[in-house]
């Protein structure tokens, strides 16, 4: 005979508390302390509660800034992918690790969100404040990050292969004949940057270059981009693979600047493939990510952890493509190579 199904009376009479208190647990409410907090859970898996997401429930999706283009389409596609599940995506643009992501997650946490979703936030960062940690693990709420797990933690992350980003950036360039290859790599201590340079120093090692060294570390800017591409192209870099589009774009600026042409004298490879970067002249060539698959393994792996069913542990990674436009070419330059 089939079992019938416990309901939330039952669980607040095991557990001596009113029925509304369970459905604040339940919810991830505020306003319920954590010794009943645990009171609650344990008379729900006593009783074997089947839990279900809740219909129109809230999650965070904390982002470094709309303003860069890949975290804007990022965001939204993890809006679309979450809504078949019943949930609603909140975007909190903010600086990874700083005084208002924490703010946004307290806040979000105070109007009961289910889930929160760190989107390349301070979870790509070596050393993250540990209230970050505390908030969430006190609250109950599930978490997942994208590209890099929240250090200390036990948070589920789903992320693009970076290291192998940056050989595919290195080995595409390298086939058409280019040695002095340079790397426009975002700041130290910032996980997928650091990612990157391992990669392109793996690659250019493997590849028999391995006394090539052209790394100069920047902000993921047109800004620093340009800066990075002035030292790069100063020590006889005839390619650059640019962390970032927006780094790309930079390098593109200063080459012209120094009066050489992209792709004739210097190569140009970015990364993302921003939504925009096959229209600008010439058309980018760059790394992009998989943001499709990124969105709907987000969306159906903080699903699967509301409901308590079994969630791959650890750090996926999601394979990145090349895609090959105007600003890479044959190695034709006419300065020497030494």
Do not use: W
Request: hydrophobic fraction near 40%; charge should be neutral; glycine fraction near 12%.
């Amino acid at each position: 005979m089939q079992q019938e199904k416990v309901g939330i009376t039952e669980v607040a009479e095991r557990a001596g508390v009113s029925v509304a208190t369970v459905s604040r647990v339940l919810n991830r409410k505020n306003g319920v302390s954590q010794k009943t907090r645990q009171v609650v859970e344990q008379a729900l898996d006593a009783l074997g509660y089947e839990r279900g997401v809740t219909t129109g429930g809230i999650v965070g999706v904390i982002t470094p800034g709309l303003s860069i283009p890949i975290f804007g389409v990022l965001a939204e596609k993890i809006g679309i992918a979450l809504a078949p599940h019943g949930l609603r995506a909140v975007i909190c643009p903010s600086l990874p690790g700083g005084v208002q992501e924490r703010d946004y997650l307290r806040s979000l946490l105070d109007l009961g969100a289910v889930g929160i979703v760190f989107c390349s936030a301070s979870n790509t960062l070596d050393v993250v404040e540990p209230e970050v940690l505390q908030l969430l693990e006190s609250r109950g709420v599930p978490y997942v990050c994208i590209n890099g797990r929240l250090a200390g933690g036990h948070s589920i992350a789903y992320s693009t292969d970076d290291g192998y980003a940056a050989e595919l950036s290195v080995r595409h360039l390298h086939q058409l004949g280019h040695r002095r290859i340079g790397m426009a790599a975002g700041p130290a201590g910032n996980r997928p940057a650091d990612r990157r340079v391992a990669g392109y120093r793996a690659a250019m090692a493997a590849l028999g270059l391995g006394g090539t060294d052209l790394v100069v570390r920047q902000s993921y800017t047109v800004e620093g981009g340009r800066f990075a591409a002035d030292q790069l192209i100063a020590g006889g870099a005839t390619a650059i693979v640019a962390c970032s589009d927006q780094m790309a774009l930079g390098a593109i600026r200063a080459a012209r600047r120094q009066g050489l042409a992209v792709p004739e004298d210097v190569s140009v490879i970015g990364y993302d493939d921003g939504p925009l970067m096959e229209f600008t002249d010439p058309p980018l060539t760059t790394v992009r990510q998989p943001v499709d698959r990124l969105a709907a393994a987000v969306a159906r792996g903080l699903a699967q952890l509301m409901t308590e069913r079994q969630v791959p542990t650890g750090e996926l990674m999601f394979q990145p493509e090349v895609v090959v436009r105007g600003t890479t070419a044959p190695h034709h330059d006419r300065r020497p190579l030494d």
